[in-house]
């Protein structure tokens, strides 16, 4: 790729891409890889899938764009979607472009519920509790929600009101509560920072704190939801009777196509019987490209066609397919194999193998699979991350699976 023009933001792989099919992604060169990254978690059902290019083309012959300032027929479908089927508690659902715009919002949501329902003293709460390791986005707001000092070096100052505690360590978090706390923020599985699944009883005890001290339970589903970790949404693939207050959601739910929302449970806040997705009334956030007739008719393709076809189901059986199969080489590189469904992350055993200078050993291996191959991701230093699409033919999954067992092998 001529990067003249292009600010040199990414690490780009020494390859440019041309096209895909399926799980398969071809460059320039004519070379075939196996596509165990998928667009990190974004292409849900493969490159090129024909009911994504059917809903693309048709509504692009009707409408595109039109302003939110009218109604637009489309996100009132694709919203009774999530709301009825991936999410299945009431409430509702604004849309925008991306993860980081749906995290933005359940973020201000919280706060504006920090004033409705302020402190004793009566001053607003506005704290929201994050977690190390965590990763909500690059937008400023979403930096200082990211529990990751890597990517926030020299945009200081940051978006004042976080607090970091300790992922799935219940004692950190009491410890973190103060008066002017009004909402824990969390991945029930973190991809970026090494694909770290919350435990039960971890989910459970915020949920408790959340209702006993009257803070909104923010779940961000950007990367683990929509069928990705082997249930219509990540936390009810490890806890599915918790209630949350706040989602977000991107990546998978528009199958490549730039889609993002966040859901507002209808639940009441206060004795008049106010629901909680009220506050969020006309003036108090907005997008020029959120929810498209285009974006919405995309979206609503995908998520349809996750759930017709099962495949949340399929991607918990062929998650632990990943797990147990890996797990059988028996490799000394190998330290251990986390996640759920088809958002998995083979931990590299430290000191294992040489790793050259500059590299970690998950970017390290992640370059050995490319030359090979086979494209995966890494999550962390020493995480390499497998997020194959969720309609990924079996013997595509043995074909990657078999490249990444003779990687690690010459290791």
């Known amino acids: 790729m001529n990067d003249q023009y292009v600010l040199p933001t990414y690490g780009r792989a020494p390859f440019d891409a041309a096209r895909g099919e399926g799980s398969y992604l071809f460059d320039t060169e004519g070379r075939t890889y196996v596509d165990f990254c998928a667009g990190i978690a974004t292409c849900s059902l493969g490159h090129c899938n024909p009911v994504v290019v059917k809903a693309l083309t048709e509504q692009a012959q009707t409408l595109m764009h039109c302003s939110n300032l009218y109604g637009i027929p489309g996100q009132a479908r694709l919203a009774e979607l999530i709301v009825e089927k991936l999410i299945g508690i009431p409430g509702r659902v604004f849309f925008c472009n991306s993860g980081a715009e749906g995290n933005e919002g359940i973020i201000k949501t919280a706060r504006r519920f920090g004033h409705r329902r302020p402190a004793a003293d009566g001053s607003p709460r506005y704290e929201i509790i994050t977690f190390d390791k965590s990763f909500h986005g690059r937008t400023l707001g979403t930096l200082a929600a990211t529990g990751q000092e890597k990517v926030q070096v020299e945009f200081d100052p940051l978006l004042t009101g976080f607090k970091y505690a300790q992922f799935n360590d219940l004692d950190s978090v009491c410890a973190a509560i103060s008066p002017v706390t009004c909402g824990i923020m969390l991945e029930a599985v973190q991809g970026e920072g090494g694909v770290n699944p919350a435990t039960p009883e971890f989910l459970r005890g915020v949920a408790e704190l959340c209702k006993e001290h009257d803070l909104m339970l923010m779940i961000d589903e950007v990367q683990c939801g929509v069928g990705r970790c082997g ?3 990540g936390w009810k693939s490890i806890c599915p009777e918790i209630v949350p207050d706040l989602v977000s959601c991107a990546k998978g739910i528009g199958g490549g196509f730039p889609i993002g929302c966040f859901w507002v449970n209808n639940r009441s806040i206060d004795e008049q019987g106010t629901p909680l997705s009220s506050i969020m009334g006309p003036g108090s956030h907005g997008s020029t490209y959120g929810g498209t007739p285009l974006a919405c008719a995309v979206s609503y393709a995908v998520v349809n066609e996750v759930l017709e076809q099962g495949l949340a189901e399929r ?23 986390r996640g759920q469904g088809l958002l998995r992350g ?24 490319r030359e090979a191959g086979l494209l995966a991701c890494p999550a962390g230093p020493d995480t390499l991350r497998l997020i194959p699409a969720l309609n990924v033919p079996e013997e595509t999954l043995a074909e990657g699976l078999e490249i990444l067992r003779r990687v690690l092998e010459k290791l």
């Open 231 to 233: 249930a219509t949404m």
């Open 346 to 369: 083979v931990g590299l055993r430290k000191g294992a193998f040489t790793v050259p200078a500059g590299q970690t050993p998950a970017s390290h291996v992640n370059n050995l699979c």
């Open 315 to 337: 991607a918990a059986r062929l998650g632990e397919v990943i797990k147990t199969t890996v797990e059988g080489w028996n490799l000394p590189c190998v330290e251990t194999v």
